[in-house]
């Protein structure tokens, strides 16, 4: 495989692994709590009826005048189809064959824990420890598919743990500062599909000599630590009316990994059982809640987020054995657009034990609208194929949502306590282009058909 083809292929994987960052960052997690997905996170930094506050704003610990811990599971059960054609180019000149590509549920289902701990030092001072996740999903495609080799299994896991100090002022306003490290391990697999439709040209002598059915075009698994911080601040306007606001700085983790493949072996690449760089950048936001109770029964609470996506422009990738010409090597164009989640739910409180709440929020995507003219050029000008491509990808089939959902508190004494939250999300169809040169020339055209998901979370509080 020559050097064209070579960067062509590690091209092709690399976009595969960032965009699983890249999704992970489009579907941001807002799983953090059990009573925050009952109110469709709305007011999250703001609200601190448990320690979960912790995850949103540093400020909350002031909120608990005894050590407080709070820990639960979220399921998630997303679902994601789609359905279009695939067209491969050649290899003899002037040659397409043009296949089905459907896929259904290949966004894979996941456990989200968290813990959190709030305690007080004195009457000014206090202290937090939050263990949750800010980012993370995987997408896993059958290896049949025959768009295998634009996206097959793609992976990304992240851990926050974030250790905070909060000073409180005259039990009025409260302000709180946290260092937040995080874990991301992610690791991607592209391959050529089994049953490769071309096998048989490709198998002649004269052309390759051999099949390609299953081969892998690249896989690559890396993982790296990142530090970041955030600042809150909670305004407790009266014995029934508060507002928060909170900025969690952005991250830019540096994973470093393996990459092996069946389709360039050594001396011809430098890419067999060799080392990688890659850094996601993975955006700011800005948090705002507004949270009042009415009476003894009813409340409502408000909330805004805005997510700083347009520090997602590219993707650079740093290959040390890959020599000149390849370093940096720039991977994909995203072009993210920064976003905004707008949520708002209420809270009725059947009596001392017993809370009900419910909540809706409308969350934009990330993924640009509309085609990626730059790539629809420079194909052109390299292989003579006028193609739209779109900027939303199989790898990140991002798209606006919805939110709907219902949760509840059980007080069982006046130290412990339940909570339970469910939640189904759905977005709009959309439509995906994207293209890729190896094995050959590969064009997937098509769109979700369904874009959805179940969430189920439950926690347990404690205060001492």
Do not use: C
Not at 354 to 376: C, K, L, M, P, S
């Amino acid at each position: 495989m020559n050097k064209k083809y070579l960067r062509h292929a590690v091209l092709a994987a690399a976009i595969g692994s960032v965009s699983q960052g890249a999704m992970a960052a489009g579907f941001y997690l807002q799983e953090t709590s059990a009573s925050g997905l009952g109110r469709a996170f709305a007011a999250e930094n703001t609200i601190g009826d448990n320690a979960s506050i912790l995850a949103r704003n540093p400020a909350g610990s002031a909120l608990f005048d005894t050590y407080t811990i709070s820990g639960g599971l979220t399921y998630v059960d997303p679902n994601i189809d789609v359905s279009g054609d695939v067209t491969y180019f050649g290899p003899i000149p002037g040659t397409r064959t043009t296949v089905r590509a459907d896929a259904d549920d290949y966004a894979t289902s996941a456990w989200i824990p968290n813990g959190y701990l709030a305690a007080p030092i004195n009457d000014e001072w206090s202290w937090g420890l939050a263990m949750y996740t800010d980012f993370g999903l995987e997408t896993d495609f059958p290896d049949s598919f025959p768009a295998a080799a634009i996206a097959n299994q793609t992976e990304l896991l992240t851990v926050n743990i974030q250790p905070s100090i909060a000073y409180d002022i005259n039990n009025t306003f409260s302000i709180g500062a946290s260092i937040n490290f995080l874990y991301a391990d992610a690791t991607l697999k592209t391959n050529i599909p089994t049953d490769f439709v071309l096998d048989p040209i490709f198998s002649n002598p004269a052309v390759l000599g051999r099949g390609l059915s299953g081969a892998s075009v690249l896989k690559i698994e890396g993982d790296g630590w990142d530090v970041s911080w955030t600042l809150g601040a909670l305004w407790r306007i009266s014995d029934n009316t508060r507002a928060g606001i909170s900025y969690h700085a952005k991250y830019d983790p540096k994973l470093k990994g393996d990459v092996s493949s069946d389709l360039i072996p050594p001396p011809a690449a430098p890419f067999d059982d060799t080392s990688g760089n890659l850094t996601l950048d993975l955006p700011d936001t800005l948090e705002l809640g507004f949270y009042h109770r009415f009476d003894n029964q009813w409340a409502v609470a408000v909330g805004y987020m805005w997510t700083n996506w347009e520090e997602f422009e590219r993707l650079e990738a740093f290959i040390p054995s890959a020599g000149e010409g390849f370093n940096p090597l720039l991977i994909k164009e995203e072009n993210f657009k920064s976003g905004s989640r707008f949520s708002l739910a209420g809270e009725y409180f059947y009596n001392d034990d017993i809370t009900v709440r419910f909540g809706y929020a409308y969350d934009q995507g990330a993924a640009r609208d509309g085609f990626n003219r730059h790539e629809q050029e420079e194909i052109l000008a390299t292989t003579g194929l006028d193609l739209p491509i779109t900027w939303r990808t199989l790898s990140i089939p991002d798209t606006d949502r919805q939110w709907l959902t219902l949760g509840g508190t059980y007080q069982y004494n006046e130290k412990l306590s339940v909570d339970a939250g469910i939640a189904y999300i759905w977005g709009d169809d959309e439509r995906i282009q994207e293209y890729t040169p190896i094995p050959v020339p590969t064009y997937y055209d098509g769109g979700t058909t369904k874009t959805e998901a179940w969430l189920f979370s439950a926690a347990i509080n404690y205060r001492f």
